[in-house]
Each structure stands twice: as structure tokens, then as C-alpha cells.
């Protein structure tokens, strides 16, 4: 926990139990009067650690249902919790304190909020036609080392890159984009090679016909 030094100052200098700074909510069950009648019987009790690990409670009885818990953060003490048979609670910079009416301690801490991001604005500062001849970019402007380009196909818008301190890079059919943080870009296409055509068949490479062979007819004698 931070140790605010304007709930420091705000502090009651007679060391009452009340504190500029401490929540709205924050219960102090006894008027400073009353507290002021019982510090003769304060009895330490025991001391707690608190929630965001730096602040503790030294809480205290000053008689039947009776307790008090001083708020310490680093050896200087910020308020005091007094209770009556009622919870008493305060609020220091998001650290969440309870002082319950059995002199139990209990304390949360706070989430911050996130911070919104900031909006950047893009602005077009070029258009360049790409390696295909008919793909085209618009390049984006965010900051100084953030640049996006929008990449169209045939007017169409395919995808964008976006280079945000390093190079963005990508492939579409063959066109290769390279996209630099700078808001440089190049481009290329592939060499595909066309396929082998199909051979055809050639007369040249048919075997010569082979003459069937008739066996020798033998020769018949005439009868006579």
C-alpha cells in the first residue's frame, strides 16, 4: 500500500480515532470522548498483517465488547478502527480494513481499474500496386514504428498486416508482401515453372509389321 502522505496529515493531531481521507463508510463506533475514558484500559491483543502485505493492525481492547485496531504501515500509524458490538470499517488508498466485534481483523485490497488503451487513429499515407500487377495495398500510418496495409485482390479486400515494431509478412497464390514498421513495402511473385506437355505419340517409334510366315506347302506328286 502506498503511504499517502495527505491522509498522513489529515490525521486528528490529538490522536483521536478518525481520519480525513478514511472512507465514507468507515464506522468508528465511540465518540472521541468516549475513546478517550477507556485508553486508560487498552490491552494489546495481538497484531494482524494486512491484505496488501505491508500494513498492519495492532488491535487493542479497551474493555467488554470493546476493541480498537490501529492502522500502521511502515512503522507510522494512519487511523484507528474502534468498534462496539458493531463492525467498523475503513478504506486507505483501496486497502479495505473491518474491525469486527470480537477484535477480529479482516481486509481486502482494492483492484485497480485497467486503463483504457489509447486510441491511435490510421492515417493513409500511400496506395502501391503489388508484384502481380493486380493487387494493390493501402498503407496505414498508427505511429512512428507502426504502420498496417490492407491488401485487395481484384478489389477485394483479402487480409492486413500489420507491422508494430517488427516486419509483417504474407503469401497470397504466389505474391509474397513484406511490410516493414516504417510503413516500407515490397512485394514478389513466385517462378512456377509450367508442367512438361504431354508427349505424344510418334510414327517414328512404332515397330515395323512383320510379314506372317506361311509354312512350305510340300509338293504333291500327280498320280498317273
Do not use: C
Amino acid at each position: 500500500m502506498r503511504a499517502p502522505h495527505a491522509l498522513r496529515t489529515a490525521l486528528v493531531a490529538a490522536g483521536l480515532t478518525a481520519a480525513v481521507g478514511l472512507s465514507a463508510t468507515a464506522a468508528f463506533a465511540e465518540p472521541a470522548v468516549a475513546v478517550a475514558q477507556h485508553q486508560t484500559k487498552r490491552v494489546h491483543v495481538r497484531t494482524v498483517k494486512l491484505a496488501d502485505k505491508v500494513s498492519r493492525a495492532k488491535v487493542f481492547t479497551t474493555g467488554k465488547h470493546r476493541y480498537q485496531a490501529e492502522i500502521r504501515a511502515k512503522g507510522v500509524k494512519y487511523g484507528t478502527l474502534s468498534t462496539k458490538g458493531r463492525t467498523a470499517y475503513a478504506n486507505l488508498n483501496g486497502l479495505h480494513v473491518a474491525l469486527h466485534p470480537n477484535g477480529k481483523v479482516t481486509s481486502w485490497v482494492e483492484r485497480a481499474k485497467p486503463r483504457p488503451k489509447p486510441v491511435v487513429k490510421r492515417v493513409l499515407i500511400a496506395s502501391a500496386t503489388l508484384a502481380d500487377g493486380t493487387s494493390t495495398a493501402k498503407i496505414y500510418k498508427l505511429t512512428a514504428n507502426h504502420h498496417e496495409a490492407d491488401i485487395y485482390a481484384n478489389g477485394v479486400k483479402i487480409g492486413t498486416l500489420v507491422a508494430d515494431g517488427r516486419a509483417a509478412y504474407g503469401e497470397n497464390n504466389g505474391l509474397h508482401i513484406a511490410l516493414r514498421p516504417d510503413g516500407r513495402i515490397t512485394s514478389w511473385t513466385e517462378d512456377v515453372p509450367s508442367p512438361d506437355p504431354t508427349p505424344q505419340p510418334d510414327d517414328t517409334d512404332q515397330p515395323e509389321p512383320i510379314d506372317p510366315v506361311t509354312p512350305d506347302t510340300p509338293a504333291v506328286a500327280p498320280v498317273g
